[in-house]
């Protein structure tokens, strides 16, 4: 359960990096599953996925962050900046 809550807390620090790296240039859906992340940290993708407007899976829910990662990261890489995991901590890595 530990290890659960880290790595949902290491999901909400990467979120939120992803949302600073690519400022207005994210798509309305992968933004709300961003600030959803980054604001119930502690909360299960399907928990997210219930709190989204509208509801979603937590499947889907799951493929709207990892897209949102993949897109910061890539943007990151071609603009020579550190990218969404940039932030962590080697507690949050930590298994």
Not at 16 to 35: F, M, N, S, Y
Not at 67 to 74: F, G, I, P, V
């Amino acid at each position: 359960m530990r290890r659960s809550a880290r790595a949902a807390v290491a999901a909400g620090a990467r979120a939120a990096r992803a949302i600073e790296i690519l400022g207005d240039e994210i798509p309305a859906h992968l933004l709300e599953a961003g600030q959803l992340r980054v604001t119930h940290q502690q909360a299960s993708l399907e928990e997210l996925g219930a709190l989204a407007d509208p509801p979603m899976t937590k499947d889907a829910i799951a493929g709207r962050i990892r897209r949102l990662l993949a897109m910061a990261d890539k943007r990151a890489s071609d603009l020579g900046m550190p990218n969404t995991e940039a932030g962590l901590t080697a507690d949050m890595l930590e298994q």
